[in-house]
């Protein structure tokens, strides 16, 4: 192919040589263990890496096609996994970590564990210690993360989304509860107890008034008064 010319000849070649590597892109791609419903494409993505190597082997350095192609594919195979199967940002180092706990557990399967086998099972297997092997399980939950429209629970009776917090909106008013605090000294001591029954006390204004001993329209006064002051300062900080 290297010696021919572009053209018919050229490109029939080429193709030739892709078809009759296919098997060792596909052998590639099941190095990676991936589940079942994406094996098909991380095989395409293997085919690219071949078509990839054929198109740009140069015999003449004296390298046999193989010991060209087998790095090519799979370091394209591998760029595949690390930017497009990952719905969260997940390291590198535990990435790859993840992949070889996949394919030892694959193994255990196929000698008859369901289960996969346990941690200590995998720590043997991999040489990866407990506590990394772990970590890259938990990691695994990144590929495919839960919709929050999910129906969980007894009955998939309730989504995901449903049994998380919300923000408060009451921490929108934080700030202001702070200068209130520094403010409210300021102020003289009957209208500081007015304000105390009337707004954390829960009284009506004709209970303030009958506890501080002035009339309804009085308390009614200074509750205006009190609450004019505090604003403008707030308003002047």
């Known amino acids: 192919m290297a010696a021919c010319p572009p053209g018919p000849e050229r490109q029939a070649l080429r193709e030739r040589a892709i078809t009759a590597f296919l098997p060792v892109a596909r052998r590639i791609a ?3 263990g991936a589940p079942a419903e994406s094996r098909e494409d991380l095989y395409q993505v293997a085919c690219l890496g071949l078509v990839k190597a054929v198109d740009r082997y140069d015999p003449s350095r004296g390298h046999a096609f193989l010991a060209y192609a087998v790095p090519t594919i799979d370091g394209e195979v591998k760029r595949h996994l690390r930017d497009h199967t990952w719905e969260v940002h997940v390291p590198r180092r535990i990435q790859d970590r993840h992949r070889r706990v996949r394919l030892a557990q694959e193994e255990l399967r196929r000698n008859g564990d369901e289960h996969g086998g346990t941690v200590r099972d995998l720590e043997r ?5 407990e506590e990394e092997i772990r970590l890259a399980l938990r990691a695994g939950q990144a590929r495919n993360p839960l919709s929050m429209d999910e129906q969980r629970g007894p009955g998939k009776s309730s989504s995901l989304s449903a049994t998380m917090g919300k923000e408060d ?19 003289p001591d009957r ?13 009506t204004q004709r209970e303030v008034a009958d506890a501080v001993g002035i009339s309804q329209m009085h308390v009614s006064r200074l509750l205006n008064r009190s609450c004019a002051n505090l604003r403008q300062s707030l308003l002047a900080g």
């Not at 297997?125 to 210690?129: C, H, K, Q, W």
């Not at 909106?169 to 102020?187: C, F, K, S």
């Not at 209208?191 to 009284?203: N, P, V």
């Open 191 to 203: 209208e500081r107890t007015i304000l105390r029954l009337y707004f954390f006390g829960s009284l």
């Open 125 to 129: 297997l991999t040489g990866i210690a």
């Open 169 to 187: 909106p009451r921490l929108e008013r934080i700030t202001d509860i702070v200068a209130l605090r520094a403010l409210i000294p300021g102020l």
């Open 30 to 32: 099941r190095r990676y």
